[in-house]
């Protein structure tokens, strides 16, 4: 069996899932003090809450350009 090469935008989708999960494990971590009572954790973690919308951009961009190659492919034809 082959396996399928990756194409242009692939990459980038990968890298934007990986730190879109990141994000959501460190909200789940954050708010998890809130429903047990415990102390908050420091602001870092906070600010570790915005890699979800970071990644969500970066997979975004790695559609777009996915997107693009495959129109340039067709236009080529």
Not at 28 to 49: E, K, N, Q, Y
Request: aromatic share 6%.
């Amino acid at each position: 069996m082959s396996t399928p090469s990756s194409g242009p935008g692939d990459r980038l989708v990968r890298i934007g899932a990986i730190v879109f999960l990141v994000g959501a494990l460190s909200t789940l971590a954050t708010m998890a003090p809130l429903f047990l009572g415990t102390h908050p954790l420091p602001s870092v973690f906070w600010s570790l809450c915005m890699l979800m919308g970071v990644g969500f951009l970066i997979a975004a961009a790695g559609v777009v350009r996915s997107v693009r190659a495959g129109a340039r492919a067709r236009a080529a034809d």
